[in-house]
């Protein structure tokens, strides 16, 4: 059972706009920064989202994040088939002392 | 553009310690202000953060693997290292290396190694 919860999967058409939630509490979501990573299958995870919504250089500006209390929201829009993907939610707990993450979620690009 | 790589064994026997190594290209791991990690990934399963350390040898760990783990660091051979005791096969896993985007965060991990998958069986 991860910290972080996030749906399992997701799916939307392509050219479409798709949204990943992340509740957490106020250990982590609520009181530190979240970040983001989309793993293709078979590498290794990639940054996409760090301080809840900055974009790391490279990172196009249709991929989003935001933050509302103890929930993050990932927000991709002009959804490609290269998208699918399993994405990811982490943050530090301050409780735990610990970097957790989100169970993952699988995109599919219909 | 810093660069890691893992290295180590691929087949480790219950009980026994996992002994893995990350070897930092492209920049330095002394004197840099960034903590460096442990991640791993069961087959099909999520990510498991299991530490990190400082260059100067500081460490957390996650509770569920502490009593357990020791990264230490090797800053003449720009490595750090994890060791894991008594692995079983839950341990099975991919582990990476990686390093956060900013310095002195413990997470927001920008670069990563490739991934070693690491099997615990007699």
């Known amino acids: 059972q991860s910290v972080l919860t996030q749906p399992p999967s997701v799916s939307a058409a392509p050219g479409q706009k798709v949204t990943i939630s992340c509740s957490g509490s106020?250990?982590?979501?609520?009181?530190?920064?979240v970040s983001w990573y989309q793993q293709l299958p078979g590498t290794a995870p990639k940054l996409l989202i760090y301080?809840?919504?900055k974009r790391p250089s490279g990172i196009p500006d249709r991929i989003s994040g935001s933050k509302s209390g103890t929930s993050a929201t990932l927000g991709i829009t002009g959804l490609q088939t290269g998208d699918e993907a399993d994405y990811y939610c982490?943050?530090?707990?301050?409780?735990?002392?610990?970097?957790?993450f989100g169970g993952g979620t699988k995109l599919t690009v219909l | 553009q810093v660069q890691l790589q893992e290295s180590g064994p691929g087949l480790v026997k219950p009980s026994e310690t996992l002994s893995l190594t990350c070897t930092v290209s492209?920049?330095?791991?002394?004197?840099?202000?960034?903590?460096w990690g442990w991640i791993r990934q069961p087959p099909g399963k999520g990510l498991e953060w299991i530490g990190n350390?400082?260059?100067?040898?500081?460490?957390n760990y996650n509770p569920s693997l502490k009593s357990r783990v020791t990264i230490s660091v090797d800053t003449s051979k720009n490595q750090f290292s994890l060791n894991l005791s008594s692995v079983t096969a839950a341990d099975t896993a991919v582990y990476y290396c990686?390093?956060?985007?900013?310095?002195?965060?413990?997470?927001?991990?920008?670069?990563w190694g490739q991934g070693t998958l690491v099997t615990v069986s007699s």
């Open positions: 106020s250990s982590n979501i609520g009181n530190n920064y």
């Open positions: 301080d809840d919504n």
């Open positions: 982490g943050a530090w707990d301050s409780s735990l002392s610990a970097v957790v």
């Open positions: 492209g920049g330095s791991i002394s004197g840099s202000s960034y903590f």
């Open positions: 990686a390093r956060p985007a900013i310095s002195g965060y413990y997470s927001a991990f920008e670069h």
């Open positions: 350390i400082y260059y100067s040898g500081s460490t």
